[in-house]
C-alpha cells in the first residue's frame, strides 16, 4: 500500500510540474501585454549608443543625449512616436519653434518582448520592456555606417498620452 500511495504522489508531482505554460505561451503571453500597453503617445528621455570600432578605425565610441539637453545638443525637440491600436505608428521631429522637420508612418507588431517596427523599405527590431509609464529599447544597429550591425543602441521613453498628441 506504502509503494501504490508513493507511486501516486510521485505521478500527481510531475503531472502538476508538467503543466505549467511552454515557452512559447510564455512568449504569446508577453507580446499580448506589451502590445495592450504600448498604444499612446511616447517621448524620448534618454539614449545612447554604444559604437563599437568607430567605422572600422578600431576605437569605441559613446553617443549619449538626455531629454534635458536634448534641444541644445540636436536644435530639436525630443522625437515622439504614437503607436494606435490597429498596429500602426507615427513619429515627429519637430525644430525648437515646434515646427515639424519630419515624420514617418508605418506599422508595429510585437513578437515575445521584440517589437517590430516597418516602415516603407525600413525593418528595425527592439527588444522592449514597458514599466512605470516608460518604454526601454534595445537594439544592435549600424549606427555608424560601417556595414555591421554592431552597435548597441538603448532608449528611454516616457508615456505622455493615450491619444496621439500630433
Same mark, same amino acid.
Given at each position: 500500500m506504502?509503494?501504490i500511495?508513493n507511486?501516486?504522489?510521485?505521478l500527481a508531482?510531475l503531472t ?6 511552454s ?5 504569446q ?6 502590445s495592450?500597453?504600448?498604444?499612446g ?7 545612447s ?22 534641444e $541644445? ?7 515622439? %512616436?504614437?503607436? !494606435?491600436? @490597429?498596429?500602426?505608428?507615427?513619429? =515627429?521631429f ?9 515624420e514617418?508612418?508605418?506599422?508595429w507588431?510585437i513578437n515575445?518582448d ?17 514599466? $512605470?509609464?516608460?518604454i526601454?529599447?534595445?537594439?544592435? %544597429?549600424?549606427? !555608424?555606417? @560601417?556595414?555591421?550591425?554592431d552597435? =548597441?543602441?538603448?532608449a ?6 493615450r491619444?496621439?498628441?500630433?
Open positions: 506504502k509503494l500511495l507511486s501516486f504522489y510521485t508531482l502538476f510540474l508538467g503543466c505549467g505554460p515557452a512559447e505561451e510564455k512568449k503571453k508577453n507580446s499580448q501585454v506589451l495592450e500597453q504600448i498604444p503617445t511616447w517621448q524620448i528621455t534618454y539614449m549608443v554604444n559604437i563599437e570600432s568607430y567605422q572600422s578605425v578600431g576605437r569605441d565610441s559613446l553617443f549619449e543625449a538626455r531629454e534635458e539637453t536634448w $541644445n545638443q540636436f536644435q530639436v525637440k525630443p522625437f515622439r %512616436m504614437f503607436f !494606435d491600436k @490597429d498596429k500602426k505608428y507615427h513619429q =515627429t519637430r525644430g525648437r519653434d515646434n515646427s515639424l522637420i519630419s514617418y508612418f508605418g506599422i507588431k515575445g521584440t517589437l517590430t517596427l516597418t516602415q516603407s523599405e525600413q525593418t528595425l527590431e527592439y527588444k522592449i520592456d514597458i514599466e $512605470n509609464g516608460q526601454f529599447m534595445t537594439s544592435l %544597429m549600424d549606427w !555608424d555606417g @560601417d556595414q555591421a550591425e552597435d =548597441t543602441y538603448y528611454k521613453q516616457r508615456l505622455i498620452s491619444r496621439s498628441v500630433e
